[in-house]
């Protein structure tokens, strides 16, 4: 029988980081625990800062955040991620007045800095916390965005903000552009912060309303499968397509591409290169795709989804150009196997993961014939539409003081 990988318990990972806590600072029991997850998006790729639609769905890989408030100013960090940069343990200390908390070394320790700059009710008390994460890095599910909406969730334990759940989001979104420089959209802290077990969410990213699109048929299963290519964000491929999206936005006279049609695309072509047409082409077409995805899914035509889905990978690959031979060969191996209805590149691109939406009964052919016919070595998860963020009980839910630094200097 083909194999997927084990998805670890929320528990066991709450136990895992309370354990590095006790471990690291001197036994004590951390009063906090928080998770936040990743998320695969089925449809409506590259479409988020283009004021589009999207439909990712979160997942049950996820980030812990486990810690404790201090009585200063000082902040511990330590993560039992494997595959991160060392130092697995940063130290620093809140700047004063509003200052900026600058980004460095180590890099994954520059998501917490951004939110901590950029959390909504300052100003913070010094905390030590432990980050345990089961999303894979680099693979396209965004363990960047679980890491920050965790951390955001679990300042929000010390010191309450006013819960406007997409403000959140809109931080950490944020936190991504000032801390580790990927001027990217709102979908991946959106969905980490208001997914819901059983659905995906159509998000329409001009109004960040989103509505939930059931997602619970025993008969279908969600496939992930990791190219194990690591991609990244932080290179220019991704702030490059998004300028020629916001530059042939601008050549067509529109806010965004969201405003545009096919039509005043073919009439502005001889004011575009041929690039910049087809990057536009992607997003306007992929935009209505993600629509009719979501319409089609609601009425379980699984098939019709299924062939959306492969449009847009194939346009993803053409017109955008952010697939990669390894991501081209998952999908094309995929679609060679009955009961499957479509698959596709997810996230960003230049490797990373695929997604998969196929009858129950053929996951394991899929799997055996996907190992088969795809000349690296892959990773599969068998995942279901999760939870967003949460808090655990085995802790003090909240304080009933703001933690104030006037009354501390006092
Ligand atoms: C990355 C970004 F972070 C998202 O905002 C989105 O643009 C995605 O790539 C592509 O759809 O995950």
Redesign the pocket.
């Given at each position: 029988m083909a194999s997927s990988c084990p998805v670890p318990s929320v528990n066991d990972m709450v136990a895992e980081a309370r354990r590095v806590f006790q471990a690291n600072f001197g036994g004590q029991h951390p009063e906090v625990a928080v998770c936040a997850p990743g998320r695969v998006?089925l449809i409506g790729?590259?479409t988020?800062?283009n004021q589009g639609f999207v439909l990712p769905m979160a997942l049950p890989l996820m980030t812990v955040v486990v810690g404790s408030q201090t009585p200063d100013q000082n902040v511990s960090v330590i993560t039992a991620t494997e595959a991160v940069e060392e130092p697995r343990r940063v130290d620093f200390v809140l700047p004063k007045d509003n200052q900026p908390l600058p980004p460095g070394k180590p890099s994954w320790a520059n998501y917490i800095k951004g939110v901590v700059q950029h959390y909504r009710a300052q100003p913070l008390p010094g905390f030590r916390a432990v980050v345990v994460s089961s999303v894979p890095l680099g693979g396209g599910l965004?363990s960047s965005a679980s890491l920050e909406v965790a951390v955001y969730t679990f300042l929000q334990q010390l010191c309450p903000d006013d819960g406007d759940k997409v403000a959140k989001a809109v931080a950490c979104q944020q936190a991504e552009h000032t801390h580790a420089g990927?001027p990217?959209?709102i979908?991946?802290q959106f969905v980490s912060v208001l997914g819901m077990e059983g659905n995906a969410l159509l998000i329409d990213c001009r109004s960040l309303e989103a509505t939930l699109v059931p997602l619970a048929d025993p008969s279908l299963v969600i496939l992930i499968t990791n190219s194990n290519v690591r991609h990244s964000?932080t290179g220019s491929e991704y702030p490059s397509r998004r300028r020629q999206c916001e530059d042939a936005a601008a050549i067509l006279g529109r806010s965004s591409l969201r405003e545009a049609s096919l039509q005043d695309l073919e009439d502005a072509k001889g004011r575009l290169d041929s690039v910049t047409f087809r990057r536009a082409h992607h997003v306007i077409e992929e935009i209505k795709r993600t629509a009719e995805a979501a319409e089609a899914l609601k009425r379980g035509a699984y098939r019709d989804f299924g062939k959306l889905m492969v449009e847009s990978h194939n346009s993803l690959r053409d017109h955008y150009e952010v697939s990669c031979q390894e991501l081209d060969e998952l999908v094309s191996a995929a679609m060679g196997v009955e009961g499957v209805y479509g698959s596709r590149m997810t996230?960003?691109g230049f490797g990373g993961c695929t997604v998969t939406l196929l009858e129950a009964d053929a996951v394991d052919r899929t799997i055996q014939h996907i190992k088969e016919h795809y000349s690296g070595s892959p990773s599969f998860y068998i995942t279901k539409p999760s939870d967003g963020a949460r808090i655990f009980g085995f802790v003090q839910q909240q304080r009933n003081t703001v933690y104030s630094r006037d009354a501390e200097n006092n």
């Open positions: 998006n790729e590259h988020d800062y965004s990927v990217c959209g979908m991946d964000l996230g960003g």
